[in-house]
């Protein structure tokens, strides 16, 4: 079964432009996750999304967002970005009722 | 910000040596998990952890939920080269709020040949 996968895997932007991360779980799973990781903060959750509604959100601003379509698909975009945005953003999945979250490879982003 | 604290931070040990990190936190978790994410890469699931007391393996790593369920520690036995990497505890909360992990800081597991 193939794992998470997370497009694109590298990515360059400049202050105050939009950026659109795409994730694609674990055929079946219908829960997509997404965390934040920077080397001060660590890991930090960002919003769940099951069944195409978003299920729970993290402490992050409204330039954060996301979608889920109805193939579990799912898209997170950051508006008006921020050179504290750069960092690794994950995708986890898992079946919708467990808490057993399986991560992709990330989307390493770089805001200058 | 994170909740859990996880120690130690580093450990730099010989190839062979036994391993042992663990997480603390101030809450109540009805599932720890235990990661390994390489440079450039997702943590990978390592164990899993559903009930208080369960002691669970998976080859040479051991990890266990805490009967007072605010920790959790993983031990490596024999280290080889390739469990260098960064490990990361994590716990879920029970709050009907869909899954929503809390990470540790991470430990950073160095093995010298």
């Known amino acids: 079964k193939a794992g998470v996968t997370q497009t694109p895997r590298y990515l360059i932007k400049t202050r105050g432009q939009q950026v659109t991360l795409s994730c694609s779980p674990i055929?079946?799973?219908?829960?997509v996750s997404w965390y934040q990781q920077t080397p001060g903060q660590g890991l930090q959750f960002l919003f769940e999304?099951?069944?195409?509604?978003?299920?729970n959100k993290g402490n992050f601003p409204g330039r954060f967002s996301g979608r889920q379509f109805s193939n579990s698909r799912s898209e997170m975009n950051v508006s008006t970005l921020e050179l504290g945005d750069s960092a690794l953003y994950l995708c986890?999945?898992?079946?919708?009722?467990?808490?057993?979250?399986?991560f992709g490879p990330g989307t390493r982003l770089l805001v200058l | 910000g994170q909740q859990l604290n996880q120690s130690p931070q580093s450990m730099f040990i010989q190839e062979g040596e036994d391993v042992s990190m663990n997480c603390t936190s101030s809450?109540?978790?009805?599932?720890w998990l235990w990661y390994k994410q390489d440079p450039g890469e997702g943590p990978v699931l390592l164990i899993a952890l559903y009930k208080a007391g369960e002691l669970t393996s998976n080859g040479r790593l051991t990890a266990q939920f805490g009967i007072t369920r605010k920790d959790s520690f993983l031990n490596i036995s024999a280290s080889i080269p390739s469990d260098v990497g960064i490990y990361f505890c994590?716990?879920?909360?029970?709050?009907?709020?869909?899954?929503?992990?809390?990470f540790g800081g991470g430990t950073r597991l160095m093995v010298k040949p």
């Open positions: 055929s079946g799973h219908r829960s």
């Open positions: 809450s109540i978790f009805n599932t």
């Open positions: 994590a716990g879920h909360m029970n709050n009907n709020a869909g899954n929503m992990l809390t």
């Open positions: 999304y099951f069944s195409e509604t978003q299920r």
């Open positions: 986890a999945s898992a079946l919708g009722g467990t808490e057993t979250q399986y």
